[in-house]
């Protein structure tokens, strides 16, 4: 397939028939019509309806249409690019802090290296809230955690976050070397976002299931005043990996739970494609390539690649 052939297609779609679409391109309607036979015949299917009146969509025509005029958009937008020498333009991130401790200087380095003139605005926020934000198109792309995510979001499953309990090695009562149970977990002074955080709902589910009652010490939704508190020796916490890499401090002692679940998956959600401007397009390829270096170079503790 071409693009000479999508630009073809689109044209002819445009005039509404071979004729008119051949003067303007500047060529025999018999070469156009060719053209169009041949993308026909790769793609198995029929596109247009040809009778002397002029050219109509099939079915499966108005639903080509529509990527055939996005991927002509996105091929104009590269040339752009390239003509202007480098990319420039913004784009804004969303991550929540968790997933900003470990990616957004990575990110922000890899940026830098590979596309200077974008300016990028990171927001920090909880999942919900940067759901929210991706709804009212206050942001381009996000991490996020939710599964209910809205149908025009274009979803892509990038790591899978084993959790841990985390506290002071001072605190009473800690469990020994190796992981340890839910059930342990339950019996220490815990830490933990309230129940609107999408982390806690997780927690909450899997003591469920095991008919555990975990003893909450204080509700706290900002990662630097839970990770201060725990530092501090008032309880300890269960948190994604990456969590304890979060501030500075004293030293922190980490056990990863024994059980599969809970898992957290972070997923990169956007606009749709259409709505993306080339930065943001960029920006979301390079999110991506960067996690999964973390992940692979052992940077991102707890976490595997998602498996498709």
Not at 15 to 39: D, K, N, P
Not at 43 to 56: K, N, V
Not at 112 to 117: H, L, Q, V, W
Not at 222 to 243: E, S
Request: glycine content about 6%.
């Amino acid at each position: 397939m071409e693009l000479r052939q999508l630009r073809y297609f689109a044209k002819v779609v445009e005039c509404g028939s071979m004729g008119r679409a051949a003067t303007e391109l500047g060529v025999v309607t018999s070469a156009l019509s060719q053209q169009i036979s041949r993308l026909e015949s790769e793609l198995s299917t029929r596109l247009l309806t040809r009778t002397a009146a002029g050219t109509t969509l099939t079915e499966a025509g108005m639903a080509f249409l529509r990527q055939a005029q996005l991927a002509l958009r996105h091929a104009d937008d590269a040339v752009l690019a390239a003509r202007s020498s480098r990319l420039s333009g913004h784009v804004s991130v969303g991550l929540a802090p968790t997933t900003s401790s470990v990616l957004a200087v990575p990110f922000m380095d890899a940026m830098r290296a590979c596309y200077p003139e974008v300016r990028v605005r990171l927001v920090e926020s909880l999942s919900g809230h940067l759901s929210a934000m991706l709804n009212a198109r206050q942001l381009d792309l996000a991490i996020v955690f939710q599964t209910e995510v809205a149908q025009r979001w274009s979803i892509q499953p990038l790591l899978d976050e084993r959790l841990f309990l985390i506290a002071a090695p001072t605190l009473p009562h800690l469990p020994g070397p190796g992981p340890v149970s839910l059930r342990e977990t339950a019996r220490l002074p815990l830490i933990l976002p309230s129940r609107s955080h999408g982390l806690r709902a997780l927690l909450n589910t899997a003591f469920s299931r095991l008919r555990i009652e975990p003893r909450i010490a204080a509700e706290v939704d900002g990662l630097a005043a839970l990770m201060a508190l725990v530092r501090a020796g008032h309880g300890a916490t269960v948190q994604p990996g990456a969590a304890a890499t979060h501030g500075a401090g004293s030293e922190l002692s980490t056990w990863r739970i024994r059980e599969r679940q809970p898992t957290r998956t972070n997923m990169l959600a956007s606009l749709s494609d259409d709505e993306l401007s080339p930065a943001a397009l960029a920006a979301r390829v390079l999110l991506t390539q960067t996690v999964r270096r973390l992940v692979r170079e052992d940077a991102w503790p707890g976490a595997k690649l998602h498996k498709t």
